[in-house]
């Protein structure tokens, strides 16, 4: 493995490991809600990162190849934003407070952050398991930001989020 590859994998550990603290530390930012039931969601997601990038990270500066270290299951996860979207037709209102809307900013800040970090990792990667392995971290990060742009647009505006969804009608209009 290249000196560059392993710099960015220690990076990715570092960037999980604060991903993960940052959902356990925010999920109470409100006591329920649409808002903690995304979060806790993502949190466990964020769980799941940081177990496989550690894994693979022990393994590499272990002196294990990227095929040896790196074996990816098929993606068996559900669509994040589908059970979203499940979640959120169960509430009729906003119930959003400002802890949880100023949460939800910072979460969509990181994700960003982790998008970017790992295209341009993937601009740079060398070995094709490792090209593999950085492509499902962008997929992953891209739906969790999905999910996450979907709630700021619930909380913004939750008739025409339930509009969007088909939950409603523009009937007499």
């Known amino acids: 493995m290249s000196d560059q590859s392993q710099r960015m994998l220690c990076k990715a550990l570092e960037l999980a490991e604060k991903s993960a603290e ?3 530390g925010n999920i109470d930012a409100c006591p329920d809600g ?4 995304a979060f806790e969601m993502i949190r466990e997601a964020e769980r799941d990162h940081l ?3 550690k894994e693979i990270h022990d393994a590499v ?11 990816l299951d098929e993606a068996d996860e559900e669509d994040a934003l589908s059970v979203f979207r499940g979640i959120a037709a169960q509430y009729e209102t906003d119930d959003s407070c400002s802890t949880e809307v100023e949460a939800l900013n910072m979460a969509l800040d ?3 952050a982790l998008v970017t970090f790992y295209e341009e990792w ?3 990667a ?4 490792e090209r593999e392995f950085v492509e499902r971290m962008v997929q ?4 969790h930001y999905i999910v996450l742009s979907d709630l700021q647009y619930y909380y913004e505006d939750p008739e025409g989020w339930a509009l969007d969804q088909g939950g409603g009608s523009l009937d007499g209009v």
């Open 51 to 53: 177990e496989r990038v």
């Open 140 to 143: 992953e990060q891209r739906g």
């Open 122 to 124: 993937l601009e740079e």
């Open 110 to 112: 990181l994700k960003l």
């Open 22 to 24: 940052f959902y356990e």
């Open 61 to 71: 500066t272990g002196g294990a190849a990227w095929d040896a270290a790196c074996v």
């Open 126 to 129: 060398e070995d094709e398991i």
């Open 34 to 37: 649409l808002g903690r039931e």
